[in-house]
Nanobody, 122 residues
Framework: QVQLVESGGGLVQAGSSLRLSCAAS????????MSWYRQAPGKERELVAA????????NYADSAKGRFTISRDDVKNTLYLQMNSLKPEDTAVYYC???????????????WGQGTQVIVSS
């Protein structure tokens, strides 16, 4: 079955760094757009960063630009998010997402992990 397992969250001080990982299994990882989302208490889930299948292009939320880097290892079936210069407003549960749409059809596949908590203290 499909599994997305996030790890690497924790409690850190402002200005610190964290590296989140998402181990994927049960689907063809290399064929999926992979993304990191986050959800802070009382707020909607928002896109943080995304990386195309094959790793050819990336996209970042304005809040993540210049501080976060998304990457993927299609051999290890793992997605990463390197987060530097963390701020208290980065506090949230971070979720891994896998998405694929099949061209020429209506089939779409969308999978979520359980999330990993990141808390940044001031």
């Amino acid at each position: 079955q499909v599994q997305l397992v996030e790890s690497g969250g924790g409690l850190v001080q402002a200005g610190s760094s964290l590296r989140l990982s998402c181990a994927a299994s049960g689907f063809t990882f290399s064929s999926y757009v992979m993304s990191w989302y986050r959800q802070a208490p009382g707020k909607e889930r928002e896109l943080v960063a995304a990386i195309a299948s094959g790793g050819g292009s990336t996209n970042y939320a304005d809040s993540a630009k210049g501080r976060f880097t998304i990457s993927r290892d299609d051999v290890k079936n793992t997605l990463y998010l390197q987060m530097n210069s963390l701020k208290p407003e980065d506090t949230a549960v971070y979720y891994c997402n896998a998405y694929r749409s099949i061209s020429g059809s209506n089939r779409r596949y969308n999978y979520w992990g359980q999330g990993t908590q990141v808390i940044v203290s001031s």
